[in-house]
């Protein structure tokens, strides 16, 4: 009890907007559809649309981890941007906690932005150069008087110590940090504000392996402490694999599978799950997978192909999938796919 | 209802106890020896500049340049004791034209009291004596030429006093109104009419016959002036001298064995020498110099002085001997050289005179360390005001165009869009326009205008500064889309901070070292703009000293051979500046640069 | 007020201790322009040997321990002299490619696994960096050669001729302004001289079709931007195979790359490989690659080899800390548990390395013979090795 009182000095009041109406999914995309215009000569004139993410849905559940795979180019980046409305939304939508992101005005989205934080893949970029650790961390919570400007000190000692760094890191500067470590600091950087939400772009992909582990194991070690959700994108499935409890697969702005991390990894139902999983290379000399290449390489987004985006790569290619987009459908307990290759719940062909 | 579910949100929450729970990792950097915090050095980004900044011996030899610049131009002014335009004057002795000398080849001529003769009548003589008249007539008056020696002439002119009518001999001779003749005159009249000579003499008194038909005019002669080439000029100043003295003396002289003549009762005494002869006054006490005669004509250069005998005498022997020069004391008594040049037939003499001369480019000296140039200013000490002016030009134009670039680069960058489609398009126009041939218009303006040098500086700082504020601009621009990408941006946008924190703890910062590089290189270029404005007379105008102005001061081959301390020093100065602050700025940028970073 | 003292104190940096860490870290001017004296001396010395003309062949000359290997590496030194201290980036490396056979080198980041691959190229960026002692033997057809020491202007045949390179960023290793078929028309025009410009394109096109690029002749005419990373990296590899050289390396080929897409890679490397019967010296963080891949696999960590051994070996025993932990810390299907296993710390820095196990500290095994020297290689098997002092029991080989 005494926790919870100090809790709620040391940190700042919960908005009561902030208690989940539905208390089952945190956020819930629905149909999200972000074009970047192609522009070009003198007067801009639009020629086209980078679809990065055309028409996607998913929800996440309060307290658990989406992990997002899909190869470079397939839009997850982008996915992660608009839901922090980084990127602006073409169409669709995303609701945090029954609020409606993309509907806020610029001072009610200046005080949500605290609630959604996101986590980069770069380290090295993602710190300013000329700034302390300290001031990183604890910048944007002193702008927002989070915590009592008597206690900031403890409750950034406090932060920086849940992710792995010392205290006397707060004067050091960016620049005397490892990769690992750099990390850490942004995952601290987006802790400090509180989040119950939290989008990892990537986190771990420009770490090393036995670093990668770290971060890993630091990101559910904060998800078990402070309740986190997590949006975690990453090509890397065995990272997914090992983060996640519902994972999505992504192919050129699409969301092509989605299911819970047990029956995708066990049993991928779409044609580019199967390839992506029998492409990850086992650490064991002896285990020969059988393994399915996939021809050539992603169309361009700015071009893709038409009917299912993924039929110029497929083996299975049917007449139907040059012609209609495949919808989402349910297979099973949960397991969405898209694929014509299934029909009313089961494999047809 | 609220406050319960909220309480039971947070109960159903982990606790955050910061303090009391062990950290999820505990493993970092335990201070084991390998940790590299313990064997490598750390220091925040500054110092880490400011580290490499002071390893580059050249960039510290820049600083050292720009330090010595600063103490110079601004501490070495108020230390000079001299000021900005003060103009150096000195009294000095200056080789003056104090005389001349000729051998007078001229006539010359006294006029008699009472006559005009005059120069024409002087130029008729000439033209007389020259085709061998004895007559010649000026102004209806007829002259008599009457030689009395060598190149010495009594021109003599007559009136009429007597009608004389001769008919068959018989001589009637009536005399005009108030002249009364005598006997003896009228005898001598008859007699000459009747021989028909036209000049007599009666008691001494020359009278002339003019015939006009059978009437005849009798004239009686008098004096109307002497024509010599000798000179006769008073030995005090304040004398004048009389025609019967001048008539007397030249004939005095002249004579054979004559050492002193009377006139009006007064006896002269002539001391003859070679080329000149003194007149003296014998008054009963002994004898005072009344007047030179001499075939030289002495003239001072300047009219109000006077030359004294003893100095004529000593030119004279001086020009005879055909010496160079000779000593002779003034009135005060003390001795003066002078100097004797001859032209032709005229000597000159030159006396070294005292006056208060300005020192032109003088030489480097312990009073003048670099000497002083051709306003007879110091030359150290207008490098130095020069200085302060060439800083500080240099330093407001780079403040202002970096203030007009910082903030539309900045614009232009973080806005985007037609901001930046507009301040870009903006840029290009000032890109194209000729700088050199608007600024050497707007000089002349100025020159039209007779805009006070002051003020005129304040017009080239701003001058500058709009012409200069582009390049900034650019550049800060580009930093700032290149940063607005960067992962860090994108996460204080996340973290939803506000615009202008953004901006000005997050962009300003790292656009920072850009600009501190930019301006630095750009400081020197100023200064080498300024220098070539001035030079060309279109910047710092005189008496304001400026180091591009202090270099024109310099023009022809001559000068800049003679008085090299003039420019090199200013020109040393330009260059070392320019190099010090592009040293410093190399090693900035080097010292910024990511890309040597350990 | 109580703000000024606390910019006091970080103004002399006094601050929880911090200052006292930083004067003993200190480095004065004086000692890093030492330093750089220092190396410059040495650096001059070696440049000036390797600088020679007419190096009489015998001096880089010789010959091979094992005629089974195309590639022998005795006891590498590849260190940069920088301002603050040697890094000794490899630091007594040695093993051996054999001939025909695919040789894994693992390792994270700045273990000095492409450092040794840039050695055998003669590619280190000098003068700084010097290989400063140890044997390159490279088996060429009719004499073996040491490439530590072979004259610059010989090496320059043998790079692409007979030992090319397969970088990591393809679109930084192809030359953006050059269309993609008249980069590899110049490195088979330059090994092959005399052969006439139709058929170089001829070969290229060969080449290109080689590599799994179904329109050859289009693709001869493109610019690298033109193509995607997969294509561009098999672009590449056209380009290091076309005058067929005997060893490959391949620094980290497909980490660039996306998953379905290396899996296009790593299949051909493999093909590739059977078909022209060359060696393929694999460098690679990535331990799924290396056991899809190698035949042996070599496990660096801070500049020296920590264990090495055949894929099997390595995999299935693997016998140092680091290479156990390296592959613990990776998630897997098989071993799922909620707690990753992970190596503490960050690798060292190395900078003037302690003479001790280098992975003493972060060590889930050490005990007190760690805190001697550091351990020499000890063998496990006749193939297995590793330098750890947990199998000093088993044998000692080497020192």
């Given amino acids: 009890m005494i926790d919870d009182k100090r809790m709620k000095e040391d940190r700042f009041e919960r908005r009561p907007s902030e208690v989940s109406l539905t208390e089952a999914s945190l956020l819930e995309v629905k149909n999200l559809k972000t074009y970047f215009p192609i522009s070009s000569g003198l007067f801009s004139k639009v020629k086209g649309y980078v679809k990065a993410v055309d028409d996607v849905s998913f929800s996440i559940q309060r307290g658990t981890t989406m992990g997002l795979v899909g190869e470079s180019g397939c839009g997850k980046t982008t996915i992660g941007k608009t839901i922090l409305r980084l990127t602006e939304i073409t169409s669709g939508s995303v609701t945090f906690d029954g609020i409606d992101i993309h509907a806020l005005d610029r001072r009610a989205l200046r005080a949500l932005r605290p609630r959604i934080q996101i986590i980069f893949q770069d380290p090295y970029s993602s710190l300013s150069p000329r700034m302390p650790v300290g001031e990183i961390i604890g910048e944007a919570v002193r702008e927002k008087r989070l915590v009592a400007p008597e206690k900031f000190d403890d409750y950034i000692t406090g932060i920086m110590k849940d992710c792995g760094l010392q205290e006397y890191h707060k004067d050091r500067y960016p620049h005397e940090f490892s990769g690992g470590q ?25 770490l090393d392996v036995s670093i990668q582990a770290q971060i890993i194991n630091l990101l559910k070690a904060l998800q078990a402490k402070y309740g986190l959700t997590y949006l975690f994108i990453s090509h890397d499935l065995s990272v997914v694999e090992h983060i996640s409890d519902t994972v999505g697969v992504m192919y050129l702005g699409n969301l092509v599978e989605y299911a819970d991390k047990a029956s995708i990894f066990d049993n991928p139902l779409h044609p580019y799950t199967m390839a992506l999983f029998s492409a990850i290379p086992v650490p064991d000399p002896d285990v020969k997978t059988n393994r399915i290449i996939l021809e050539g390489s992603i169309p361009s987004p700015a071009n893709p192909p038409e009917g299912c985006k993924f039929h110029t790569r497929c083996s299975y290619c049917m007449e139907i999938c040059k012609l209609e987009v495949p919808q989402m459908q349910t297979i099973g307990a949960g397991h969405q796919v898209a694929c014509h290759l299934y029909k009313d719940g089961r494999r047809i062909g | 209802m609220m406050d319960r579910e909220e309480s039971i949100q947070i109960k159903d929450r982990p606790h955050k106890n910061l303090h009391e729970d062990k950290p999820p990792e505990e493993h970092v950097s335990r201070s084991s020896a390998l940790s590299d915090e313990q064997r490598l050095k750390v220091l925040s980004p500054g110092m880490l500049v400011i580290k490499r900044f002071l390893r580059n011996r050249l960039a510290i030899i820049g600083l050292i340049i720009i330090a010595f610049m600063f103490v110079f131009s601004f501490i070495g002014g108020l230390v000079s004791p001299y000021d900005e335009s003060q103009v150096f004057k000195y009294i000095g002795t200056m080789s003056k034209e104090y005389a001349s000398v000729t051998y007078n080849e001229e006539y010359r001529y006294v006029m008699a009291d009472g006559r005009d003769y005059n120069a024409a009548a002087h130029a008729k003589f000439i033209l007389a004596r020259n085709t061998g008249k004895t007559t010649f007539t000026h102004q209806d008056t007829e002259y008599v030429i009457v030689e009395e020696g060598d190149a010495f002439y009594r021109i003599v002119s007559s009136q009429p006093i007597a009608d004389i009518t001769s008919f068959r001999g018989i001589v009637a001779i009536n005399a005009l109104d108030g002249e009364a003749l005598t006997e003896s005159l009228r005898a001598s009249a008859t007699e000459a009419i009747l021989s028909g000579a036209t000049q007599f003499t009666s008691e001494g008194v020359l009278y002339t016959v003019t015939q006009n038909g059978r009437e005849y005019v009798l004239g009686r002669t008098g004096d109307a002036a002497i024509e010599s080439k000798n000179i006769l000029e008073p030995a005090v100043a304040g004398t004048t001298i009389g025609y019967s003295f001048a008539y007397e003396a030249e004939k005095a002289v002249r004579a054979e064995n004559v050492s002193s003549f009377t006139v009006d009762g007064q006896t ?20 005072t110099p009344y007047a030179i005669f001499s075939r030289m004509a002495i003239q001072p250069i300047s009219q109000d002085v006077f030359l004294s005998l003893a100095f004529k005498k000593q030119l004279i022997e001086s020009v005879a001997a055909g010496e160079a020069g000779f000593v002779q004391a003034d009135q005060a008594g003390a001795e003066i050289e002078y100097s004797l040049s001859r032209l032709n037939n005229v000597y000159t003499v030159k006396s070294d005179t005292l006056t208060h001369l300005i020192s032109i480019h003088e030489q480097p000296s312990w009073t003048h360390w670099l000497g002083t140039d051709k306003h007879g200013m110091d030359v150290m000490t207008r490098l130095m005001y020069g200085g302060r002016i060439s800083l500080t030009i240099g330093f407001i134009v780079v403040l202002l165009e970096s203030a007009i670039g910082v903030i539309l680069g900045g614009l232009a960058g973080y806005f985007g869009k037609w901001v930046d489609m507009l301040i870009m398009r903006i840029v290009d126009v000032f890109n194209c326009i000729p700088f050199l041939p608007l600024l050497i218009i707007l000089g002349s303006i100025m020159d039209t205008l007779e805009i006070d040098p002051q003020l005129r500086i304040y017009y080239l700082m701003f001058i500058l500064g709009i012409m200069s504020w582009p390049g900034i601009a650019r550049m800060v621009r580009g930093q700032i889309l290149s940063l607005r990408e960067q992962e860090f941006m994108i996460a204080a946008e996340a973290t939803g901070l506000s615009v202008g924190r953004r901006i000005f703890k997050h962009l300003v910062p790292n656009v920072v070292p850009q600009l501190i590089v930019f301006a630095t290189m750009g400081l020197g270029s100023v200064i080498l703009y300024e220098s070539t404005l001035s030079f060309l007379g279109l910047g710092v105008k005189f008496p304001l000293a400026s180091w591009g102005n202090i270099i024109s001061g310099v023009t022809t081959a001559y000068e800049m051979t003679n008085f090299w301390f003039v420019w090199i020093p200013a020109g040393m100065l330009i260059l070392l500046t320019v190099l010090g602050f592009n040293f410093v700025g190399d090693g900035l940028r080097d010292a910024f640069d990511p890309k040597m970073k350990r | 007020m109580e703000q000024k003292k606390g910019l006091i104190q970080k103004w002399f940096g006094r601050k929880n201790g911090r200052g006292s860490a930083k004067s003993v870290n ?34 880089y000359t010789a010959v091979m321990k094992d005629p089974g290997n195309i590639l022998e590496i005795e006891d590498l030194n590849t260190w940069f002299f920088t301002d603050i201290g040697t890094v000794k980036a490899v630091d007594g490396v040695t093993f051996s490619v054999p001939r025909g056979k695919t040789v894994g080198v693992v390792g994270e980041s700045g273990c000095g696994k492409s450092v040794t691959a840039l050695s055998i190229m003669q590619l280190v960026q000098r003068p700084q960096g010097q290989v400063v002692k140890g044997e390159l033997r490279f088996a060429t057809d009719d004499l073996t050669i040491d490439l530590v020491r072979i004259p610059t202007e010989k090496m320059q045949k043998i790079r692409g001729n007979e030992i090319s390179m397969i970088f990591q960023e393809p679109m930084t290793s192809l030359n953006p302004v050059f269309k993609v078929g008249m980069q590899i028309d110049e490195v088979i025009a330059l090994h092959n001289e005399g052969m006439k410009s139709e058929e170089v394109k001829a070969r290229t096109i060969e080449m290109i079709k080689l590599v799994g690029i179904a329109n050859a002749e289009g693709v001869y005419d493109m610019y690298p931007h033109e193509l995607s990373g997969g294509m561009r990296q098999r672009a590449m590899i056209a380009m290091a195979l076309a005058c067929t050289p005997k060893l490959i390396i391949a620094d980290e080929p497909t980490t660039a790359l996306d998953v379905t897409i290396q899996a296009q890679i790593m299949d051909l490397l493999r093909q590739l490989k059977e078909r022209i019967n060359s060696s393929i010296m694999l460098i690679t963080h990535d331990l799924g690659v290396i056991a899809e891949m190698a035949d042996y696999v070599v496990v660096m960590y801070a500049g020296r080899i920590v264990e090495q051994g055949t894929a099997a070996e390595v995999f299935h025993h693997p016998s140092h800390p680091y290479t156990v932990g390296l592959m613990a810390s990776r998630p897997s299907r098989i071993r799922s548990a909620e707690q990753l296993y992970s190596i503490p710390g960050s690798v060292p820095n190395p900078i003037d390395m302690p003479n001790y196990c280098y992975f003493r500290d972060r060590c889930n095994r050490a005990f007190e013979a760690c805190n001697g020297d550091y351990p020499p290689t000890f063998s496990i098997s006749g193939t297995h090795s590793a330098a750890c002092y947990h199998y000093s029991a088993v044998s000692e080989v080497g020192k």
């Avoid at chain 1, 600091?185 to 987006?190: E, G, L, V």
């Fill in chain 1, 182 to 206: 750099r990390q850490r600091i942004c995952i601290a950087r987006a802790l400090a504000l509180n989040p119950e939400f939290i989008v990892c772009d990537e986190p771990v992909s420009a």
């Fill in chain 2, 268 to 287: 002269f005494e002539i001391e003859e020498e070679e080329n000149l002869s003194v007149i003296y006054a014998v008054t009963d006490g002994g004898k």
């Fill in chain 3, 26 to 59: 200190y480095m004065s001017a004086k000692e890093i322009r030492q330093i750089s004296r220092e190396n410059r001396r040495i650096t001059d010395e070696f440049e000036r040997v390797r600088n020679r003309e007419n190096v009489p062949e015998s001096e």
